[in-house]
């Protein structure tokens, strides 16, 4: 095992993740740990023995944290990792810098192109596992290198070939942890930045939960491949195929899909993390009965059952 004194950064034994998840429900993590900076995470990183399970969250954002916890160590890059810097049209962020603080600082500097990222809560880290995006960008768009740091604490930067970004999707290896992301803009006036921010910001307030206990999109919108096989208008979205196979009308304990967004599953107050898988599978099972349709998750359901 590690000597947990060894390290500047701080453990937590049973961190109640769940609770701090968006959905605000699950269980908990065996240890967790906050790393100082980058070096005492390459340390760790280094000396953590490889057959022990690690993983590394942001925001809790896109995740469902099931009922039995996370065994092993989970690493949360908290402030430490939230820099943000600027440099002509160019802004570096730590991995555990929030989305919109990235957004913000864009638009302060006169950095045009960044405005999605406001709309999408979590950090950088997780905007980067998931190649996240709104409103017609991705990360993919305006990514010049990710920085990372191997499972062996080996430091390195990831260009976009190797991120191999597509939609929701990142090729770089699993076991990564990213700790800082450089993301290219154009110049353009803070005020005509600032009024595109405020206008995501009013139609996210009008077609998102925001307010509840969620996770973002349930499942990815299917290729327009999968659609065709499946004798479905192109273009067909996600929440489309949930209205059709009733999921309007489902609730399974505390969970249901969002009135105000149909591909947005909340926690309506006391559901567990099995609620809300068991409501996803189940749509999941009458898309494929009905239509012969995979949708498939869009949120990580992470942990023991
Ligand atoms: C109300 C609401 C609206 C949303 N709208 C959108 C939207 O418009 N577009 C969109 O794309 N998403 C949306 N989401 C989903 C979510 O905001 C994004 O997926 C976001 O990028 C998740 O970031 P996170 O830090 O919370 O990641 P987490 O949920 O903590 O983790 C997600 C994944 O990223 C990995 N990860 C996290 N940090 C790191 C890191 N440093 N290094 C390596 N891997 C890491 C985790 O292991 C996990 O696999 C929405 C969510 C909510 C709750």
Not at 52 to 72: H, K, Q
Not at 98 to 112: D, E, P, R
Not at 216 to 229: C, M, R, V
Request: proline fraction near 3%.
């Amino acid at each position: 095992m590690i000597d947990q004194d060894s390290y500047c950064g701080t453990f937590t034994k049973n961190a109640p993740l769940g609770q701090k998840s968006w959905f605000k429900c699950g269980g908990t993590a065996d240890l967790l740990f906050a790393p100082e900076d980058i070096d005492d995470l390459a340390v760790f990183l280094k000396e953590y023995p490889s057959e022990e399970p690690l993983l590394v969250l942001g925001g809790m954002a896109n995740c469902i944290i099931r009922d039995g916890g996370i065994r092993g160590c989970v690493i949360s890059l908290g402030k430490p990792f939230a820099e943000i810097e600027v440099q002509g049209t160019r802004i570096m962020a730590g991995a555990g810098a929030l989305n919109g603080s990235v957004a913000a600082a864009a638009a302060k500097a006169g950095i045009g192109g960044l405005e999605f990222l406001s709309g999408i809560p979590g950090t950088v880290g997780g905007a980067l596992r998931m190649n996240a995006g709104a409103y017609g960008t991705e990360v993919k768009d305006v990514l010049v290198a990710a920085m990372a740091i191997g499972r062996h604490g080996s430091i390195g930067a990831l260009g976009l070939e190797e991120m191999n970004l597509r939609y929701r999707y990142c090729g770089a290896p699993k076991d990564i942890t990213f700790v800082g992301a450089v993301f290219e803009g154009k110049a353009e006036e803070t005020l005509t930045v600032r009024a595109r921010l405020k206008e995501i910001k009013s139609t996210r307030q009008s077609t998102q939960p925001i307010s509840e206990k969620t996770g973002g999109s349930t499942f990815a919108n299917p290729s327009a491949k999968e659609l065709e096989s499946a004798g479905l208008p192109e273009g067909t979205k996600a929440w489309q195929i949930v209205e059709k196979v009733g999921g309007r009308d489902l609730q399974i304990g505390g969970a249901r899909m969002s009135d105000k967004h149909l591909n947005f599953m909340i926690n309506t107050g006391d559901a567990t993390a099995a609620d809300l898988e068991n409501l996803g599978d189940e749509l999941i099972k009458r898309a494929y009965d009905q239509f012969s349709l995979n949708l498939h998750w869009e949120i990580r359901r992470i942990g023991d059952c």
